[in-house]
């Protein structure tokens, strides 16, 4: 299985900050990664697919960016509603697997 | 308007057989390319992938877990199903279905999740 190591576990940012969270691949998963958002107790949203592909309804301040084992998130301007956890998850080979996550508090 | 919910028993015993339905509208499983994924993801903690079936019925399954995992849909491609056997404690989560769809073959995305059912194994 293609294991998926993100960082931080937990982060904490200002209002207006920029933020970024990181993923990093076991090999190379050629852009096949996406991220999700879950805000608590609610279901996983997907915000990027194909490593910098920003899903439909998804504000600009985030975006995507890596390649071959390495990958990142970054929120531009943090808002309050992006207090949320964040997850990264590949899917160039099966099973699918996802990141342990980072969950993104305010300052 | 694309819509999935998941139901289950909520609680059952421990080397039972756990069955989850997954109901949605808003597309056809029927359609190509198109897929629904089981996802699971215990309190706290991260997200594992489960199993998918394809509009052909393909199945797919995690390896982790796949002798005790059987995933199968309905005749008019509304609904789609889960069991997990011999369940125990480590099978207690929120289970997530996703309508999954094909954006460049081969590659899949989770693109619209239901809001999940919890189940709890306990004696």
């Known amino acids: 299985d293609i294991q998926m190591t993100q960082s931080p576990a937990s982060l904490s940012a200002s209002l207006g900050e920029t933020v970024t969270i990181e993923c990093r691949a076991s090999?190379?998963?050629?852009?096949?990664l996406a991220w999700y958002q879950q805000k608590p107790g609610k279901s996983p949203q997907l915000l990027i697919y194909n490593a910098n592909s920003l899903h439909t309804g998804v504000p600009s301040r985030f975006s995507g960016s890596g390649s071959g084992t390495q990958y990142s998130l970054k929120i531009n301007s943090l808002q309050s509603e992006d207090v949320a956890s964040y997850f990264c998850?590949?899917?160039?080979?099966?099973?699918?697997?996802f990141g342990g996550g980072t969950k993104l508090e305010l300052k | 308007q694309v819509t999935l919910k998941e139901s289950g028993p909520g609680m059952l015993q421990p080397s039972k057989t756990l069955s989850l339905t997954c109901s949605f509208s808003?597309?056809?499983?029927?359609?190509?390319?198109?897929?629904v994924s089981w996802i699971r993801q215990p309190s706290g903690k991260s997200l594992e992938w489960l199993a998918a079936i394809d509009w052909d019925g393909d199945k797919y399954y995690n390896p982790s877990l796949k002798s005790r995992l059987t995933v199968s849909k309905d005749t008019s491609n509304t609904q789609v199903f889960l069991k997990i056997t011999s369940v125990d404690t480590a099978d207690t989560a929120t289970y997530y279905c996703?309508?999954?769809?094909?954006?460049?073959?081969?590659?899949?995305?989770?693109?619209?999740w239901g809001q999940g059912a919890s189940v709890t194994v306990s004696s």
């Open positions: 996703a309508r999954t769809t094909v954006i460049l073959p081969p590659y899949y995305v989770m693109d619209a």
């Open positions: 998850q590949q899917y160039y080979d099966y099973p699918w697997t």
């Open positions: 808003g597309f056809s499983l029927s359609t190509s390319g198109m897929v």
């Open positions: 090999e190379d998963i050629y852009n096949g």
